[in-house]
């Protein structure tokens, strides 16, 4: 599950959140209009792998177009954080508590710089404020589930370091943290000292590192469309290198989405184009020659709402896609055809998918069978985006 989440109100994450998934949201110019936190179904975009078979397939979920596989991914739009939220105050406990089971972030920043930092309008605000603002505040959201146990297990030691991280795991199991994360941050962290002699500071670099790794963020630059936008958009790319910065206009996205709903146009998420086929009146013709010249036409990513969600996925998440499929035959029982697609994270192996399908595909497996080159694979194989994958069992 990815989470659409602004340091602030009004920077567009419900306009994000309606423009990947078509759900009914509350969308308004002042700030905190969302309280209660929505949840929608959105889409990653895959080259589909029909093509390469010379059929068309037939989704169970998610849509093809085009050869342009669709697959669903669980999004949420929270409200708008208050500042302190990591303390506790004002919506704030409500407000992490909708964000313990995310995968990932999606950090929406107003780059336009007309919100200041309760989301009031402004002029020239700096978005990179935003940027330090959040991080800091789910920074130190780690920090205190953590010292709130720290004295007693860290007495308790000198522990072992795996014991080490079981006791970390368990402490933040409520927010999908694993052993494995924990070790991985402990690596490269590589303090020599004992964690019981960490300092603050230390403990400090530890929970960041660690939100980090098991909450990592992407940010989308949205309202690009305006007039400080693009500036505002190589600013932030300057400022976090390390960070995936999508330039992005959300609200360009949802008039295009509405206007495939209404039969205007037609138009893929995510292409750079697209073509007027319905009788539209000389305003929405305006507008939407507005889109294509300010925003597909400027922007590699077209409006950027369907490059933050593959971005999150298969870059900050690293997952790949496999189809299930027959060596000799890619339809189901009920005749469709490649009907599935499943997101896996990368290293999965054949075994692994195996047991992902089902517990006694794991148990009996005795090979895979590569469905576009009929070869067979063993149970380590490691398996690669796009994938398409016969599990013979026992
Ligand atoms: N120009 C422009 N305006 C946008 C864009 N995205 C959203 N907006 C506008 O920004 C305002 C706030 O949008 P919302 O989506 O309600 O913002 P939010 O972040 O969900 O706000 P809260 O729910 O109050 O936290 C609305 O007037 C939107 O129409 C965009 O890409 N470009
Ligand atoms: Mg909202």
Redesign the pocket.
Same mark, same amino acid.
């Given at each position: 599950m990815l989470v659409d989440l #602004?340091r +602030?109100?009004? %920077?567009?994450?419900?306009?994000?959140?309606?423009a990947a998934t078509l759900a009914e %949201? $509350? @969308? !308004?110019?002042?700030?905190?209009?969302?309280?209660k936190a929505n949840h929608g179904i959105g889409y990653v975009k895959v080259e589909c792998i029909d093509k390469e078979f010379k059929t068309q397939c037939n989704p169970s979920h998610g849509f093809c177009i085009e050869h342009q596989r669709f697959v669903p991914i669980e999004l949420m &739009?929270v !409200? #708008?954080l208050v500042p302190g939220a990591s303390e506790g105050k004002g919506l704030g406990n409500k407000f992490l508590d909708d964000l313990r089971q995310a995968d990932a972030f999606i950090h @929406?920043v &107003?780059a336009?710089g007309m919100t200041n930092e309760e #989301?009031k309008i402004t002029e020239n605000y700096d978005p990179c404020n935003d940027v330090e603002f959040l991080e800091d505040e789910l920074n130190k959201w780690y920090y205190n589930i953590l010292i709130k146990v720290w004295k007693s297990f860290s007495r308790k030691t000198e522990m072992e370091k795996s014991k080490f991280s079981e006791a970390v795991a368990k402490q933040f199991s409520g927010l999908k943290v694993n052993e494995e994360q924990i070790k991985n941050v402990l690596r490269e962290l590589n303090f020599i000292e004992k964690p019981s002699t960490w300092s603050d500071e230390q403990l400090m670099k530890f929970a960041s590192a660690l939100r980090k790794e098991s909450k990592p963020m992407i940010i989308a630059a949205? +309202? %690009?469309?305006?007039e400080k936008?693009k500036e505002n958009y190589e600013k932030l790319k300057i400022k976090f290198p390390d960070l995936i910065i999508i330039p992005?206009? !959300?609200?360009? $996205?949802?008039a295009l989405r509405e206007a495939v709903k209404k039969n205007l146009i037609e138009y893929i998420p995510g292409e750079k184009d697209f073509e007027i086929v319905g009788n539209v009146s000389e305003k929405q013709k305006q507008a939407l020659e507005k889109i294509k010249k300010n925003v597909l036409g400027e922007f590699s990513t077209g409006?950027g709402v369907q490059d933050v969600l593959n971005s999150a996925v298969f870059e900050l998440l690293k997952y790949i896609a496999i189809f299930p499929a027959g060596a000799n035959k890619l339809s189901d029982s009920k005749g469709n055809v490649l009907p599935d697609c499943f997101l896996l994270p990368s290293g999965s192996t054949a075994l692994d998918f195996a047991y992902f399908l089902h517990t006694d595909f794991g148990k009996g497996f005795i090979k895979a069978i590569n469905a576009k080159t009929k070869r067979a694979l063993g149970k380590g194989y490691e398996l690669k985006h796009r994938d398409a994958l016969e599990i013979v069992v026992k």
């Open positions: #602004g +602030k109100p009004s %920077v567009g994450k419900s306009t994000f959140f309606k %949201v $509350e @969308i !308004a110019s002042y700030p905190f209009t969302t309280i &739009d !409200a #708008g @929406i &107003d336009s #989301g949205n +309202k %690009v469309d305006m936008g992005c206009s !959300a609200d360009s $996205e949802l409006t």
